[in-house]
């Protein structure tokens, strides 16, 4: 802490600094996308919720898949080879 900055000086810095930051919102490196960037419609939110869920489902079942051939496939070839 800076010695004889009293509270209001310090409050006022700290105005200035996110006066500055929201200026520079918008052009950085994605300021053109966060300009361009909109509300989906609701018909482009339902698209995307599915496509997301059937993702979810499909690693999901892969996922169970490998455990099944973990589980069952796995000790029955190991039993056949004889270990």
Partial sequence: MK??????????????KIEVRQQRIGK?????????????TNEEYEKTSKITGLGILLVGAIGFAIYIIKELAVPWILSALGY
């Fill in 3 to 16: 010695k004889g900055v009293g509270i209001i000086d310090r409050a006022w810095e700290l105005q200035h």
């Fill in 28 to 40: 950085g490196k994605y300021g053109r996308v966060l300009k361009m960037a909109r509300k989906p």
